[in-house]
């Protein structure tokens, strides 16, 4: 019973010694490329960047001109567009519940 225990070392000594973290950067938010956009007008960032922001070329508005099959291989082009078709289908389902 003689038997020496070695001491823990105290808790604020072992916490001193821990190295700090690099604080996490917050993520911002992507900017929002279809904003404004409305069954009868183009997004406002075609009209700022003078070309779609869908296709970067021609207008491709779902009501409008839609997609031609040279994109339909594009998988970002394919992935704004049909995003741009459901905001319009969820905005003319919340007109007329409203």
């Not at 508005?61 to 040279?70: A, D």
């Given at each position: 019973m003689d038997e020496q225990t070695p001491e823990a070392?105290?808790?604020?000594?072992?916490?001193?010694?821990?190295?700090?973290?690099?604080?996490?950067?917050?993520?911002?938010?992507?900017?929002?490329?279809?904003?404004g956009?409305?069954?009868?007008?183009?997004?406002?960032?075609?009209y700022a960047a003078g070309r779609c922001v869908i296709t970067g070329g021609y207008c491709a508005h779902p009501y409008k001109g839609g997609l031609q099959s040279r994109e339909l291989s594009n998988r970002a082009t394919v992935k704004r567009f049909t995003e741009a078709k459901r905001r319009l289908l969820h905005a003319s389902v919340d007109k007329r519940a409203g």
């Amino acid at each position: 019973m003689d038997e020496q225990t070695p001491e823990a070392p105290p808790v604020e000594a072992a916490a001193a010694k821990q190295k700090r973290k690099a604080a996490r950067r917050k993520a911002r938010p992507a900017p929002d490329v279809l904003a404004g956009l409305t069954v009868k007008a183009c997004a406002d960032g075609c009209y700022a960047a003078g070309r779609c922001v869908i296709t970067g070329g021609y207008c491709a508005h779902p009501y409008k001109g839609g997609l031609q099959s040279r994109e339909l291989s594009n998988r970002a082009t394919v992935k704004r567009f049909t995003e741009a078709k459901r905001r319009l289908l969820h905005a003319s389902v919340d007109k007329r519940a409203g």
